[in-house]
């Protein structure tokens, strides 16, 4: 029972280089989700998807950017990081009307 | 858009006592969670409310949804060490199943 798988766990970047946040599920969820967690922010929502091929954006989605092509997989791309993107990033899912997600454990990403 | 509010940031207690935290909104939410998170983990959902009133126990945590529906109490009994960890009150917020969550309540507990 995997859940929702992230990696890599951990990441130092360069400023400007990019990266991608990967997120995997296997319980056939239609739902996901990619929040940041910042020291006294709480979690914060970045962008979310209803299913392939649908995805819109969150609260905080500049500098972000996603796209869907399996229910599956959620991937999260920094096209040119900042230090500002130093952050706890969380993938998570759910079905449809059920507010129970299950995140993943994280990625903790340092941008110097 | 709809904001959360967890006070205090911290909360430090004595193993075996009781502690309360609430949630509370200038908007109504029709579902209030409750989630967990330990150190180094994602967050975990303990208890889900779907009505104004309900009052659900998930072991030794209580938790209560509102009647105004703007707040929500998260109540644990008889503290223990694993106790430790970020609480989150949570609502959905727009469609589909977006969720809105609190800034959190970091829970220390003293043996």
């Known amino acids: 029972n995997a859940g929702v798988t992230q990696t890599p766990k951990f990441q130092v970047l360069k400023t400007g280089q990019s990266m991608t946040l990967q997120c995997a599920q296997d319980m056939n969820h239609e739902y996901m989700s990619w929040y940041r967690q910042d020291p006294g922010m709480g979690l914060r929502l970045i962008h979310y998807?209803?299913?392939?091929?649908?995805?819109d954006q969150g609260e905080v989605p500049n500098g972000y950017n996603v796209s869907r092509s399996t229910t599956e997989d959620f991937p999260l791309r920094l096209l040119s990081a900042a230090p500002s993107q130093t952050s706890v990033y969380f993938c998570a899912s759910s079905s449809p009307g059920n507010y129970g997600y299950t995140f993943g454990s994280g990625t903790r990403l340092t941008v110097v | 858009g709809q904001q959360l509010n967890q006070s205090p940031q911290s909360m430090f207690i004595q193993e075996g006592e009781d502690v309360s935290m609430n949630c509370t909104s200038s908007?109504?939410?029709?579902?209030w969670l409750w989630y967990k998170q330990e150190p180094g983990e994602g967050p975990v959902l303990l208890i889900a409310?779907?009505?104004?009133?309900e009052l659900t126990s998930n072991g030794r945590l209580t938790a209560q949804f509102g009647i105004t529906r703007k707040d929500s109490f998260l109540n644990i009994s008889a503290s223990i060490p694993s106790d430790v960890g970020i609480y989150f009150c949570?609502?959905?917020?727009?469609?589909?199943?977006?969720?809105?969550f609190g800034k959190g309540i970091t829970l220390s507990v003293r043996p």
């Open positions: 998807s209803v299913g392939a091929g649908i995805t």
């Open positions: 908007s109504i939410f029709n579902t």
């Open positions: 409310l779907y009505k104004a009133g």
């Open positions: 949570a609502g959905p917020t727009g469609a589909n199943s977006k969720l809105t």
